[in-house]
């Protein structure tokens, strides 16, 4: 909006004149002023089909004089002359003039009226139907429906469990033929695939012949159904929604730093949805990126701290405590450090601690570069390179490391949340290094080989920050406990550090942040909590 | 047997029916020709675009597809010259229970709607025009198809028609066999090779985003074959015809009760309900008595025998007073009809004696209304086939006593707040029929 002028107009709203774009549509103006208009197939992100008729309001014009001038009233404000039949709010622009009731007697009617008409033949199995808590019909049903029944025939039969796509299944029963999904899947997907079968109440939703809804974006259509009709074949049955707890953080899947809500019960990530934000990812987000969670809770997780030669159960201070002996006092050359770009803004500043504590220049991150999709997916496949970038940490010296490895150059290695093995060197190099200090939170090819392993946290099970390939410094928030022993990475890092050069002071992740933001220039002025749930532009 | 009598009435003044079911007469553009066809096009190549529009809006010209919006009106909201392409439509998607007037017209005389069709063309600047035929209409549509041949190798349209420098194409299209496809936005949808789903208006009126969203002419066929004739009798004869507000002559398709269902063709406002139905169709059956009209195609509401309607009116002394309209007496035109509740919509009329059940006949009216309901809006697409089915149970003998309130319920609960007028068209019969034959509801209600 800056920079180009908006033409506003004059609308009341339920007596009150209020200004707002011309051009704004109706119901965004109804509810920027507190009103809230009950709606089904509009979707802020879509295009006004008007077909549920669930906003309907009542709409008045300026009155207009012979000479098309508007007629005042006492107060110097157009008079009204209201139309006897009602309108779609969704599809109505505001104009100079216009008045609007949103909760008039006509009004509360058409939305009675509307919902006994969707009710009628819609399967009452909110028992057993996933989309319960979070239904829009049967939110709508306990504020605008009667309480009973007046059918007396029997409701429209149509196919259920349909499978039409990798990760949906459609019931068609519980469909109220609002086309979202459809409008989903030409407009932001542009995968057209969904359409209409059949005619009047007997409309089936459906795919198109030899089409199938698999496109990288199709649990968007879940999320934007406002009933049971599509549902994830992942979430199903698996937690009633309002035992969820929702936790806002985004996604470390790629470079584009989706924002994410985590939705979690008793330690368990149970599903990952899309949360808006404009200067991201708008309300979607890709199904490859929200269903990378599962492996949160797998059996590849380390638990515990472990150090060579040592029995389990290891304690954290021992683990700690051999992994700075060894590292101590060892020459700058010989040593390595391997961070990653998913790691947090606040845990590369702690690298980059560490490396100075130990003198090393061998630092890199892997890089992962990728073919991206041009929409949500990103060439970068690194949550947060900007961040390593911003740090200094994005050398571009990890070929070169991974050769002095192999060479037997370098023998005291540090691998942070990486894979060695994804780094070029080979087993036979880890094996014969005199040290390797692994920190991740998922066994790989490297752990066999550590001399010493500390467990850390995955994504949902920490706090910090990241910047994305946008240049977006966005707030990851924890949702889940870690698992067993393990950490918070910052902590880890923050005490091998201080056993390694002495007390740091850091006693928590806002003063982590604190010390990033006074030694980076871009972040001047910035805390962690001023970031925000939708990011800062850096 | 023709659905047209040979002999018209004397109440009858045939212009578009004129060579209708006439012996000898046949569809191609020799016949058409000889009986003077194209004259008025090339009388129109003559004139300013601007003077043919006129001309139309002086004779009073409305729509006969239902709506009855003046045609010149319709056609002024082209800009001749703002540079887009413009698209005329033929609404030939007649499918109004009740109406069969066009198929008489695409079937035997297609030239009279390709000329009025061309002339309006010529004077909206419009290059390209579609005639949408129902799927029902398969014949037809050769038919209309043939006769474009035929007038685009004499030269009366296609390229530098008449030599007027001014080109013509002209596409048959198709229907794929449903009702919703006779609302206009719908039928462009169709067009477009889309689900017939109708479009919400505003933003989406024909003259502004019609057909691939270009300024879109709309025209039922019998319109357009009325254009012909305003240029061959002239403005002001043709809207003396009519009544001050309907120009010229209108066709009225009569089924049900009577001795001779059929198509007609009267002047605007020249005949009341009493002489088309004893005295041009003549009579009812043998032994019966009237019960009720339904107007203007089954989804105009419902006339009952009898009744006597209050109307504003002029008294011997020229100030406006109620006076008393027995139903008889009740005039077919536009406005009359309006004023006591109901519409000319299509001119479909039909008759029912008293060997009638309203319940039936309403059922019937509602089955066809649910399945032809498209479904894209809610109010519509659940009441419509709820509806449907209470008066099939109502029929079944399982009637309940609420069953008159909810269907009234159901019925007010569509109206006016759908998309498109098909939500009027479906309710419209269960409100006028429980309003008009309430006993007959309650007695089915209580069985």
Same mark, same amino acid.
């Given at each position: ?538 | ?19 209708? &079911?006439?012996?000898? +007469? ?5 016949? *058409? @020709?000889?009986?003077? =066809?194209? $004259? %008025? ?34 056609? &002024?909201?082209?800009? +001749? ?5 413009? *698209? @005329?439509?033929?609404? =030939?998607? $007649? %499918? ?46 050769? @038919? ?304």
């Amino acid at each position: 909006m800056s920079g180009t002028a908006v033409t506003m107009v004059n609308v009341q709203v339920d007596g009150e004149w209020k200004q707002f774009p011309k051009g704004m549509r109706l119901i965004e103006a109804c509810m920027q002023s507190g009103k809230f208009i009950p709606h089904y197939c509009y979707h802020p992100k879509l295009s006004s089909p008007g077909n549920c008729r669930m906003c309907l309001v009542e709409l008045g014009m300026p009155k207009m004089t012979p000479d098309r001038k508007s007629v005042l009233g006492e107060d110097g404000r157009p008079e009204l002359s209201w139309s006897p039949r009602p309108v779609i709010s969704c599809a109505t622009e505001v104009s100079e003039g216009m008045g609007v009731r949103t909760s008039s007697p006509l009004v509360e009617e058409c939305r009675n009226g509307v919902m006994e008409f969707l009710l009628i033949n819609h399967p009452l199995d909110c028992p057993i139907c996933d989309k319960a808590g979070e239904c829009r019909l049967q939110e709508f049903s306990v504020e605008f429906g009667k309480g009973e029944s007046r059918l007396l025939e029997e409701k429209v039969k149509k196919p259920k469990r349909v499978d039409i796509g990798e990760r949906i299944v459609l019931d068609d029963e519980r469909c109220i033929m609002c086309s979202r999904c459809i409008r989903f899947m030409q407009e932001i997907a542009k995968d057209d695939v969904l359409g209409f079968l059949n005619r009047g109440s007997h409309t089936t939703l459906a795919v198109y012949p030899g089409k199938r809804l698999d496109s990288n974006y199709s649990l968007n259509t879940v999320d934007i159904c406002p009933v049971g009709a599509l549902t994830s074949k992942d979430f199903r049955f698996k937690m009633r929604v309002w035992f969820l707890k929702e936790t806002k953080s985004i996604d470390v899947t790629c470079g584009t730093g989706s924002n994410i809500v985590i939705s979690s019960r008793e330690n368990i990530v149970r599903r990952i949805t899309p949360r808006e934000n404009d200067a991201v990812n708008s309300c979607w987000m890709p199904d490859s990126h929200r269903l990378n969670f599962h492996y949160l809770h797998s059996d590849d997780r380390l638990k515990e701290p472990a150090v060579r030669g040592l029995e389990s159960p290891v304690a954290w201070k021992t683990a700690l405590a051999t992994a700075a002996e060894k590292l101590r006092g060892s020459r700058p050359e010989e040593t390595a450090v391997i961070a990653s770009a998913r790691m947090t803004l606040e845990e590369l500043f702690l690298v980059r601690r560490l490396a100075a504590a130990l003198g090393v220049r061998n630092v890199d991150i892997l890089p992962r570069p990728q073919k991206g999709d041009g929409f949500l997916v990103s060439d970068d496949g690194n949550p947060n390179t900007s961040g390593a970038k911003l740090l200094g940490l994005a050398t571009g010296r990890l070929p070169e490391i991974a050769q002095a490895i192999e060479a037997g150059r370098v023998t005291k290695l540090v691998v942070l949340g990486e894979d060695a093995a994804d780094c070029g060197i080979s087993e036979t190099a880890l094996k014969s290094l005199d040290l390797l200090v692994a920190m991740g939170f998922l066994a790989n090819k490297t752990t066999p080989h550590a001399t010493v392993v500390l467990p850390s946290s995955a994504w949902a099970e920490k706090r910090g920050s990241m910047i994305n390939v946008k240049g977006r410094l966005q707030r990851l928030n924890q949702a889940i406990q870690p698992p067993g022993q393990a950490r918070d990475d910052w902590e880890i890092l923050r005490d091998l550090i201080a056993l390694l050069a002495g007390t740091n002071g850091l006693h928590s992740i806002e003063e982590v942040f604190r010390q990033v933001a006074a030694e980076t220039p871009a972040l001047q002025g910035l805390t962690l909590s001023r970031i925000g749930d939708l990011g800062i532009q850096l | 047997m023709s659905a047209l009598h040979p002999t018209p009435h004397p109440k009858e003044r045939r212009i578009i029916f004129e060579n209708i &079911s006439k012996p000898g +007469y046949a569809a191609d553009i020799d016949t *058409y @020709i000889a009986n003077g =066809g194209y $004259e %008025s096009l090339k009388k129109a190549v003559t004139m300013k675009p601007s003077e043919i529009i006129d001309a139309v809006k002086a004779a009073n010209l409305r729509g006969r597809g239902g709506a009855g919006f003046p045609c010149g009106t319709k056609w &002024s909201f082209i800009k +001749y010259d703002d540079g887009k392409p413009h *698209y @005329i439509v033929v609404n =030939g998607d $007649e %499918s109004e229970p009740g109406t069969f007037k066009d198929r008489y017209i695409l079937h035997q005389d297609p030239h009279q709607l390709i000329e009025g069709l061309a002339i309006s063309a010529f004077a909206t600047n419009t290059r390209l025009a579609y005639i949408y035929i129902r799927c029902e209409f398969p014949h037809a549509a050769k @038919i209309v198809w043939k006769a474009i041949q035929e007038a685009k190798a004499r030269g009366f349209i296609g390229k530098n028609l008449l030599g007027s420098g001014f080109d013509l194409d002209i596409y048959v299209h198709q229907g794929a066999g449903a009702y919703i496809c006779g609302e206009e936005t719908a039928l462009l949808e169709s067009l477009e090779g889309k689900r017939a789903y109708p479009r919400i208006k505003p933003p989406y009126f024909p003259a502004v985003l019609g057909l691939y969203m270009k300024p879109t002419i709309v025209n039922n066929v019998e319109t357009l074959c009325h254009v012909k004739h305003i240029l061959r009798i002239g403005a002001a004869e043709y809207a003396r015809m009519g009544t001050p507000g309907d120009g010229g002559t209108r066709t009225m398709c009569v089924s049900g009760d009577v001795m001779r269902p059929g198509i007609y063709e009267f002047p605007c406002g020249a005949v009341t309900i009493r002489e088309l139905i004893f005295d041009v169709c003549g009579g009812l059956k043998p032994g019966r008595t009237l019960k009720a009209v339904i107007p203007g195609g089954s989804s105009a509401k419902i006339m009952r025998a009898g009744e006597v309607y209050k109307i504003k009116g002029k008294g011997p002394d020229g100030t406006m007073v109620d006076k008393d309209l027995p139903m008889l007496d009740v005039v077919m035109d536009a406005s009359t009809l309006q004023s006591v509740g109901t519409m000319m919509g299509s001119a479909g009329v039909m008759v029912l004696d008293d060997s009638r059940d309203m319940v039936w006949a309403l059922n019937n009216l509602n089955q066809f209304y649910a399945h032809e309901s498209c479904g894209q809006c809610t109010p519509c697409r659940e009441g419509s086939l709820w509806m449907s089915k209470m008066t099939t149970r109502m029929l079944d003998g399982g009637g309940r006593d609420k069953d008159p309130k909810t269907l009234q319920d159901i019925a007010n609960n569509i109206a006016g707040r759908t998309i498109c007028a098909f939500g009027e068209a479906c309710s419209w019969p269960t409100q006028s029929f429980l309003a008009k034959f309430p006993e007959e509801f309650e007695k089915a209600a209580r069985s």
